[in-house]
């Protein structure tokens, strides 16, 4: 049982984690004016950490750097 409460608190420490990075770097950073910005800024902000920000858990490399590096592994084995 213990591994479970494990995952379920590494999972609440990631979604604190992403909230406060989230509110942070897009929301506090900005005052908008219409519900189209907001979308806009919001789904920007999404892109960089999904595809362009440095990530602990991939060694420090961003999304696009690891898959391009597990695609070379791949491809050479």
């Not at 990631?14 to 919001?42: H, M, P, V, Y």
């Not at 858990?57 to 592994?73: H, K, M, Q, Y």
């Amino acid at each position: 049982m213990a591994p479970h409460r494990s995952r379920q608190a590494d999972a609440e420490r990631f979604r604190r984690k992403l909230q406060r990075s989230f509110r942070d770097e897009c929301l506090n950073e900005t005052l908008f004016s219409s519900l189209g910005q907001a979308r806009a800024a919001i789904a920007s902000w999404e892109e960089d950490y999904n595809l362009n920000r440095p990530h602990s858990a991939l060694g420090n490399r961003s999304p696009a750097e690891f898959a391009a590096a597990i695609a070379l592994e791949t491809h050479a084995a």
